[in-house]
């Protein structure tokens, strides 16, 4: 079983529609939760991080820890052809001793 | 404010040689790490630097080494290449260590032929 994982898609949604990424871990010495935005021969992009559970919000993106269930989410409101990427859920226990381990991603396209 | 630059962006090596990638932090990050994505293991993590010193190390062989150097710009090495180390190298870098807020590079697309 893979410490993250995380659905490969391609997730395909209309332009204007809510988009639901997630992810579910197995280690519950995680603490700190990212989400990155990766676009084709890109480095990753940083868009939000969460430390434990609970929502954190940034713009049109909510980013969900339930540590409970071990599962992770990233909402996108009003979505546009520009979010159209791939999107990698990381995480990284306190001391970060093994760097930051990455879900797979997941390919979303945003049809206009 | 610049963000992290990875040089070069692309290279092609034969088997057997050796490689030598850099990375320059953006100003005042003290921390360097560096990940290998390839499509099948996705973002895997090598190691980390913080102040010259490696501090964290990934599972790889030791094909794979880097070091950091006082102004925080770190080089990765990989020697005696292999046809499966062909992969993005993304250098991300942080205040700190705990990589809560890693800012990536776009990365140097490293192909073994």
């Known amino acids: 079983q893979k410490e993250v994982e995380q659905d490969p898609g391609p997730l395909s949604v209309p332009e204007g529609a809510i988009v639901s990424l997630n992810c579910t871990y197995s280690n519950s010495a995680f603490q700190y939760f990212m989400w990155y935005r990766q676009y084709s021969r890109k480095g990753p992009e940083l868009l939000m991080y969460?430390?434990?559970?609970g929502n954190k919000e940034d713009g049109r993106f909510t980013a969900q820890v339930d540590k409970s269930s071990k599962y992770i989410s990233l909402f996108i409101r009003d979505s546009q052809p520009s979010d159209s990427a791939t999107y990698l859920c990381a995480m990284i226990y306190r001391g970060g001793a093994d760097g930051l381990t990455f879900g797979k991603g997941t390919h979303l396209i945003i049809q206009p | 404010k610049a963000g992290v630059t990875q040089t070069p962006r692309y290279l092609i090596k034969t088997r057997g040689q050796q490689v030598t990638l850099s990375c320059s932090p953006i100003s005042g990050h003290r921390s360097v790490s560096w990940y290998q994505q390839t499509p099948g293991q996705g973002l895997q993590f090598l190691f980390e630097?913080?102040?010259?010193?490696?501090?964290n190390k990934g599972n790889f062989p030791g094909r794979f080494s880097g070091r950091q150097f006082s102004n925080s710009r770190s080089e990765m090495n990989v020697s005696t290449l292999e046809l499966g180390d062909s992969a993005l190298y993304l250098c991300a870098s942080s205040l700190a260590t705990s990589n809560t807020e890693a800012f990536f590079g776009q990365g140097t697309r490293l192909t073994v032929v």
């Open positions: 969460t430390y434990s559970s």
């Open positions: 630097y913080f102040s010259e010193t490696q501090r």
